[in-house]
């Protein structure tokens, strides 16, 4: 069998970090991106670790053309489809953007998997899709889903409609979303980690950059919400555990003789406040960070975790790293990116 997995932004945050994890497995990772919001220093990254050049088809995922007629070429045994963009604020403010590279970056991708042959599909959907659980923070696969109040949001609802509805047309497809929670941290090798390119939309580059003087201080959004602490509560996961979930994912659709689309959740299973993760980056890295609290934004989930039972059963995967590993990581990648400058 062929070991080519074709990952579509593969050169992006998590992307990157499951072609490190696929590369460990034995399989051979091919990145198709076009670098919209990712640089193309990760290769160098990559090689760092890996030990080796990881093939690159150069491109948007959009173009079916261009996937189909390098799945007509190559045996690929899966895909990992990642490309999209992916900041909540900014698809509220262009959400033409994100209707057009997410809705259709995934129909075009999808096409060209299930038309060239049935090659095993996973889709790098989000919690979003959850909105704010009524009456329950832990969320299990059975929740009731809630259309996404942000256009992101609603392309990730959308995007697992359009796989499941794919499915019905063709059940012998092999296809599996997954609803990742709040992946933080970075490689241990600090070779490759989170680009935010601009100002950051997610907690953990806020608190490197605060940390590193980018940013005069962090600002923590709502300090009266009824959780631990007053601050919103998440499931951040290390982005290396997802990263082998993708994996597990891949494999578990290998073996399938027949279809199916699972939606599985990748979390920890365990809630952390915005303050706590603060408290462990300034207690793991022995230093004291500059915030204040601002209002509450409109919109925000209070608090929600992942029930990851599903994801232990079906895939035997849980997490294993710890918020304490996530922000050591994520600070060494920092300090790297830095010290490049
Ligand atoms: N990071 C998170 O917090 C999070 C949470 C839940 C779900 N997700 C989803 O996971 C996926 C990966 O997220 P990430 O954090 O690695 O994002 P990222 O922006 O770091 O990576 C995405 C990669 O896709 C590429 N890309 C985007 N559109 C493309 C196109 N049309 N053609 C080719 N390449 C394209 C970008 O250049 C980038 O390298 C996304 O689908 C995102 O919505 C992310």
């Given at each position: 069998?062929?070991?080519?997995?074709?990952?579509?932004?593969?050169?992006?945050?998590?992307?990157?970090?499951?072609?490190?994890?696929l590369?460990?497995?034995?399989?051979?990772?091919?990145?198709?991106?076009?670098f919209?919001n990712?640089?193309?220093?990760v290769?160098?990254g990559?090689?760092?670790i890996?030990?080796?050049?990881i093939?690159?088809?150069?491109?948007?995922?959009?173009n079916?053309?261009?996937?189909?007629?390098?799945?007509r070429?190559?045996?690929?045994?899966?895909i990992?489809?990642?490309?999209?963009?992916?900041?909540?604020?900014e698809?509220?403010?262009?959400?033409?953007?994100?209707?057009q590279?997410?809705v259709?970056?995934?129909?075009?991708?999808?096409?060209?998997?299930?038309?060239?042959?049935?090659?095993?599909?996973?889709?790098?959907?989000?919690?979003?899709?959850?909105?704010?659980p009524?009456g329950q923070k832990?969320?299990?696969?059975?929740?009731?889903?809630?259309?996404?109040?942000?256009?992101?949001?609603?392309?990730?609802?959308?995007?697992?409609q359009?796989i499941?509805?794919?499915?019905?047309?063709?059940?012998?497809?092999?296809?599996?979303?997954?609803?990742?929670?709040?992946?933080?941290?970075?490689?241990?090798?600090?070779?490759?980690?989170?680009?935010?390119?601009?100002?950051?939309?997610?907690?953990?580059?806020?608190?490197t950059?605060?940390?590193?003087?980018?940013?005069?201080?962090?600002?923590?959004?709502g300090?009266?919400?009824?959780?631990?602490?007053?601050?919103?509560?998440?499931?951040?996961i290390?982005?290396?555990?997802?990263?082998?979930?993708?994996?597990?994912?891949?494999?578990?659709?290998?073996?399938?003789?027949?279809?199916?689309h699972?939606?599985?959740?990748?979390?920890?299973?365990?809630g952390s406040?915005?303050?706590?993760?603060?408290?462990?980056?300034?207690k793991?890295?022995?230093?004291?960070l500059?915030?204040?609290?601002?209002?509450?934004r409109?919109g925000?989930?209070?608090?929600?975790?992942?029930?990851?039972?599903?994801a232990?059963?079906?895939?035997?995967w849980?997490?294993?790293?710890s918020?304490?590993?996530?922000?050591?990581d994520?600070?060494?990648?920092?300090?790297?990116?830095?010290?490049?400058?």
């Amino acid at each position: 069998m062929s070991k080519k997995v074709l990952v579509t932004g593969g050169a992006g945050y998590i992307g990157s970090h499951t072609i490190v994890e696929l590369s460990k497995a034995g399989y051979k990772p091919v990145i198709l991106d076009d670098f919209r919001n990712s640089d193309e220093s990760v290769l160098k990254g990559l090689r760092g670790i890996i030990g080796r050049d990881i093939e690159l088809l150069k491109g948007d995922v959009s173009n079916t053309a261009l996937i189909q007629s390098y799945l007509r070429k190559e045996a690929v045994c899966g895909i990992i489809h990642f490309a999209a963009n992916k900041a909540v604020g900014e698809s509220v403010e262009k959400p033409l953007l994100y209707y057009q590279n997410n809705v259709e970056g995934l129909v075009s991708i999808l096409k060209a998997a299930s038309e060239e042959q049935n090659i095993p599909f996973v889709f790098s959907s989000s919690c979003t899709v959850y909105g704010e659980p009524k009456g329950q923070k832990e969320v299990s696969e059975q929740t009731a889903k809630t259309i996404p109040t942000s256009p992101y949001g609603f392309t990730k609802w959308l995007g697992e409609q359009i796989i499941e509805d794919l499915f019905h047309s063709n059940n012998q497809l092999r296809l599996m979303s997954l609803r990742y929670f709040n992946p933080i941290g970075a490689h241990e090798s600090a070779l490759i980690g989170e680009l935010p390119i601009g100002k950051p939309n997610n907690l953990l580059p806020f608190i490197t950059q605060t940390a590193a003087g980018i940013h005069e201080k962090l600002k923590i959004f709502g300090a009266d919400y009824p959780t631990v602490d007053g601050t919103c509560v998440r499931d951040y996961i290390h982005v290396v555990d997802l990263a082998e979930a993708h994996v597990k994912a891949l494999e578990f659709l290998l073996k399938q003789q027949s279809g199916c689309h699972e939606v599985v959740n990748i979390g920890t299973g365990k809630g952390s406040s915005v303050l706590e993760v603060v408290h462990a980056f300034e207690k793991v890295n022995n230093m004291a960070l500059n915030y204040e609290f601002a209002p509450n934004r409109p919109g925000d989930v209070i608090e929600i975790y992942a029930n990851v039972d599903y994801a232990e059963a079906l895939l035997g995967w849980q997490a294993k790293r710890s918020i304490n590993d996530a922000v050591r990581d994520a600070w060494r990648w920092e300090q790297s990116i830095r010290a490049k400058e």
